[in-house]
């Protein structure tokens, strides 16, 4: 260490350029590093998409579902996987362990996927590299004028197809708006009169539209292309089509049916504002950079609102990248600001500019160049990073702090400016090492960390393992070096700055060293109140609650609005339309977006269409968060109140994709048996106190008619099951029979029944299915056609049949909570074949939390080795641990004031103050030792040192704290992920410290008896 230390003294220049070097390389690594608002905590997914159009959830299931999972379940580094099978759509999430390359996982899932054998009538599966779980990064708005198929065809042909080109950009998906159909209304009496059936209608205009090559001509030197053209290029084509040519009589399809230019059937209403719209909603990749793939669509939305015509308008609705970019700012602000009161705060202790200012130039070269090994780890810029450099403020200097203190005591004895620089620093060297080396001890443990907490705690963990290690380089070289230059001391500051604290540092010093002598000689009054301190913290600690991670508000609020079952979607329209007046006079909302016909019971891709259901989406204005935004989501609820036969449920944007905080997971076959014990479980979590918006997963779904043919009697009139079911589906839904061009776009050409839209059930079974010996066969002759319910959809946990019990929390903490779930769980009388576990996120809580608490534990393990190292000795080393329980105190005191439950976070900080409470410890014993080697008894080297420790250990404490006031107090964006852990910090560090000065020496007078 003195070789090092004399070497930056007699080196001045080359110290200087190193830190210059390491300040530029900071600087550019920090431009290229991504920002985000947490590290990757949502496990890595892929989805498998499958649409069996027409197909009952059950069929989806069992056909295309069960298939497709039995093949992929066997994928290497699969976590879980769910699914759900609707109505014409089956899903299948499979979620991999964070250490699993996505690349070779979605090969895998392919290879496996092309094994399985699908039904005739469903679409290949697609693979997803998003999960459909999450919101989309970005909502963005068209509207202006009424042309709705306008707006829809500006969506898909030109905001879609330049958005989804984007680097990072997974999909865009179009919600809302009209889209051009052709319609073919048949007559049913002119079809039975001309002998026409359906099915010639629908197979006569699919071969008709048809251009197709007709190979090669040569003709002497010349060779020609032939081309057959006979595709539509408009209704009239349609209408002219041929259907059949009997004793002179041309049957055409304008003879049976009327050909009109119309849209499709509208499945989901889109308003901004009142105003109708199209969305298109955007989803990233699943490793791509959130901020990065927004800062991206903006720039090209700025292009794209130049090419849209006057009139019409391109609105950026929601952007999680706002919040995040705020967030992170309000980080590096408190950040910045904790430096500032850190550096004040030491110049009103030292009195000397000089002194001040080489301190302070410490921490923005230790700060940015860590940055550079930060980009090197590829590391992002998030809170718990940023929040890592925030806590790091106040210890960056502390090693700074202690080796220019002692620089200036040897000043003060005599020793000219270059020997007091080598001398002072080499004093302190061991120890200042020692501090630092066991605070990064406290991170090794990161190994052995598990779920959420590790994703969350590496980024912190190697942000300050990475900063303290540079401060330590910067304070044995380059504060050294600048302390070299000159002579003496710096100006001093005004007498009036500097004298309050100086004279209150003298007279605690005084008392202190009073205190201590009482101390010394009540050693067995002191311990046992020590004791005694710590066991009312344990005792309180009990009373504490436990979450995951705590929620925070983004200034965005989706309530999922549900009208009751087999309410037209023209009815539901209606109702939002009045409770957006509503709401949007509510004081704090700034937008109002509604999609009609769409779950929101669902999030993100995976929403379904249903006709009964909405989803109301609220921008709030600037400002308007935390409290705010809850008496905002109240009154929104007062407002919906108002309506009846309306039930609410209040979302927040999932940026992550964790289980809902309080859910029950029902496991069984028979759906009857799952509905009713899913029906007992929400009566028992409405029972409990501090839960809210309780659902469950299985819904009944809308009536349905259910047609069940007699295969006998199909056969005695001549047809088949497969022609008839077409030919029922063409009259009712209506079946498309091709799609001809327009320019560049595609259009349908649906072939329906002309009152389709009027047919009852009761005139269902008059509806004729085919002919027999030129008589109309009617359904009813054929089948039964009777009234049922069948499920919205079947949901499948690890290839089981599972019902999800959700709801969120209010007011209470998770493990509470979960607790009392599981005591209900345990009165119930749920059917044998029916399982219960309580799951959510209280089973990655409890992972997280025991492999924190292992972690903590491994720290002060390893902390003991470093400092047992350094001291060479078994029980100096043992008696500084004792600051590690005494910083327990400090810490469940300050969340019990603040009324903060433990969780991941918390538990994070815990671990980082295991490694710095005993920095105080260690400079303390290490002087004593110093002291009594050179011939002072026990008690008078105790008085000594504490004496002359106090006021580097107050500068180090009183800098460390307020660097991370600012983060403690929590304002702004995301300051709810980071004030827990400042204050976890801040009170262990304070009570830590002031009992230190106290208990350590009366443990050290314990055991290093006078001889």
């Known amino acids: 260490m003195r070789s090092l230390i004399e070497y930056a003294v007699q080196h001045r220049v080359s110290v200087l350029m190193a830190a210059v070097a390491a300040v530029l390389f900071g600087v550019v690594s920090l431009g290229r590093m991504p920002v985000q608002l947490l590290p990757d905590v949502s496990y890595p997914t892929l989805t498998l998409q499958t649409e069996f159009a027409d197909a009952a959830p059950s069929e989806v299931e069992n056909l295309v579902t069960r298939p497709l999972e039995e093949a992929v379940g066997v994928v290497a580094g699969l976590r879980r996987m769910d699914s759900v099978s609707r109505a014409g759509m089956s899903e299948i999430t499979l979620e991999f362990g964070w250490d699993s390359d996505m690349d070779f996982a979605a090969l895998n899932v392919r290879e496996k ?52 080109s984007l680097k990072g950009v997974a999909a865009a998906k179009v919600l809302g708006g009209l889209q051009e159909e052709i319609h073919v209304d048949l007559d049913e009496n002119r079809l039975a009169a001309l002998g026409v059936d359906v099915a010639t209608v629908v197979r006569v205009i699919g071969a008709e539209n048809i251009n197709a090559a007709g190979g090669r001509l040569r003709d002497r030197d010349s060779q020609f292309l032939i081309r057959t053209l006979n595709e539509f290029e408009g209704p009239e084509d349609v209408a002219a089509t041929v259907l059949s040519r009997e004793n002179g009589r041309v049957v055409r399809v ?51 609102r130049a090419e849209v015509g006057d009139g019409l308008e391109i609105a950026l609705l929601s952007d999680q990248s706002t919040f995040v970019e705020a967030a992170i700012r309000q980080v590096q602000g408190n950040a910045m600001l904790g430096g500032v009161l850190a550096v004040l705060v030491l110049l ?27 980009h090197k780890q590829q590391i992002t810029l998030n809170v718990m990073s940023l929040g890592g450099l925030a806590l790091g403020v106040g210890m ?105 604290p100086t004279r209150k540092v003298s007279l605690s010093k005084g008392r202190y060293v009073s205190m201590l002598s009482w101390a010394l000689r009540n050693k067995a009054l002191v311990l046992v109140s020590a004791a005694l301190l710590f066991t009312g913290a344990l005792w309180q600690m009990r009373t504490l609650g436990a979450d995951l991670i705590p929620v925070f508000s983004q200034g965005e609020l989706r309530f999922g609005i549900e009208l009751p079952e087999g309410t037209p979607i023209e009815h539901t329209d209606e109702v939002l339309a009045r409770i957006e007046t509503r709401v949007a006079a509510i004081d704090g909302v700034q937008r109002v977006f509604v999609n009609v016909g769409l779950d929101a019971n669902q999030s993100g891709g995976a929403r379904s269409k249903r006709e009964n259901r909405a989803e109301l989406n609220l921008r709030l204005a600037p400002g308007v968060r935390g409290a705010a935004e809850e008496r905002v989501a109240s009154a929104v609820r007062d407002e919906l109140e108002a309506f009846q036969n309306l039930e609410a449920t209040l979302y ?17 076959y028979d759906l009857t048996d799952l509905d009713a014990s899913a029906l007992m479980v929400v009566g028992a979590l409405l029972q409990i106190p501090g839960l809210k918006d309780v659902k469950s997963s299985m819904e009944p779904g809308s009536p349905e008619v259910r047609v069940r043919f007699d295969r006998d009697r199909l056969q005695q009139a001549g047809l088949d099951l497969r022609t008839v079911s077409e030919a029922l589906r063409t009259k009712i839904r ?115 939390l025991q492999s924190l608490r292992l972690a903590i534990a491994l720290a002060i393990f390893l902390v003991y080795l470093v400092m047992a190292s350094q001291f060479e000795s078994l029980v100096d080393p043992f ?36 490694g710095i409470v005993v920095n105080n410890g260690i400079v303390l014993v290490d002087l004593i030792g110093q002291l009594r080697r050179r011939g002072l008894a026990v008690s008078e080297a105790v008085r000594e040192a504490g004496a002359t420790r106090l006021r580097p250990i107050l500068m180090t404490t009183t800098t460390t704290v307020l660097g991370l006031v600012p983060l403690a107090i929590g304002r702004g964006d995301g300051a709810e992920l980071g004030a827990p852990l400042a204050l976890t910090v801040i009170g262990g560090l304070v009570v830590s410290s002031a009992l230190t000065l106290v208990v350590i020496p009366v443990l050290y007078g314990l055991v290093h008896r006078e001889a």
């Open 879 to 914: 008696l500084i641990l004792f600051t590690v329980p005494l910083a327990l105190i400090g810490v469940i005191a300050a969340l019990q004031i603040t009324s903060t439950p433990l969780s991941v976070v918390v538990m994070i900080g815990g671990v980082m103050l295991a």
């Open 652 to 668: 927040r944007p999932t940026t992550f994709s964790f289980r809902a905080p309080v859910a029950v997971e029902l496991y069984g």
């Open 254 to 304: 304008g003879d049976v049916a009327t050909v009109t230019q119309a849209w499709r059937e509208r499945e989901i209403v889109s308003r901004i504002d009142g105003s109708p719209a199209v969305e298109v909603a955007i989803y990233k990749e699943g490793d791509a950079n959130l901020v990065q793939v927004a800062r991206r669509v903006r720039e090209q939305l700025t292009g794209l």
């Open 113 to 164: 996927m092309d094994l399985v054998r699908m039904p005739e009538d469903a679409a290949i599966p697609v693979l997803l590299r998003f999960d459909p779980g999450l919101d989309p990064v970005l909502r963005i708005g068209v509207y202006g004028g009424d042309n709705l198929i306008a707006l829809r065809h500006l969506a898909e042909n030109l905001v879609k197809k330049e958005l989804e």
């Open 734 to 848: 209506g079946s498309v029979a091709t799609d001809y061009k327009d320019r560049d776009r595609q259009i349908d050409v649906l072939v329906r029944s002309n009152d389709a839209q009027q047919i009852s059930i009761e005139a269902l079974p008059t509806l004729v299915v085919g002919h027999h010996e030129g008589m109309p066969v009617r359904l009813g002759a054929v089948a039964d056609v009777v009234m049922e319910r069948g499920p919205a959809e079947i949901e499948r946990i690890s290839q089981t049949r599972a019902v999800t019990v959700s709801a969120d929390l209010d007011g209470r903490d998770l493990a509470s909570v979960s607790n009392d779930i599981s005591a209900a769980l345990a009165g119930l009388p749920l059917p044998a074949s029916v399982t219960a576990i309580v799951a959510g996120q209280n089973a990655e809580m409890r992972s997280s």
């Open 348 to 374: 009103l202790f030292l009195r000397d500019l000089r002194s001040t200012a080489i301190i302070a130039v410490s921490i923005p070269i230790s700060v940015i160049a860590t940055f550079v090994l930060l």
């Open 396 to 500: 960056l200097v502390d090693n700074s702090i202690v080796v220019l203190e002692s620089i200036v005591r040897h000043r003060r004895d005599g020793a000219d400016s270059v020997e007091a620089v080598v001398e002072g620093t080499s004093e302190v060297a061991q120890a200042v090492s020692a501090s630092t080396l066991t605070t990064i001890a406290v991170f090794l443990p990161i190994f052995f960390v598990e779920g959420v907490a590790r994703q969350i705690f590496q980024d912190q963990a190697l942000t300050v393992t990475f900063a303290l290690l540079v401060s330590l380089v910067v304070a044995l070289t380059l504060t050294p070096m600048l302390a070299a230059l000159g002579k003496g001391t710096g100006p001093r500051v005004s007498p009036a700055v500097g004298a309050m």
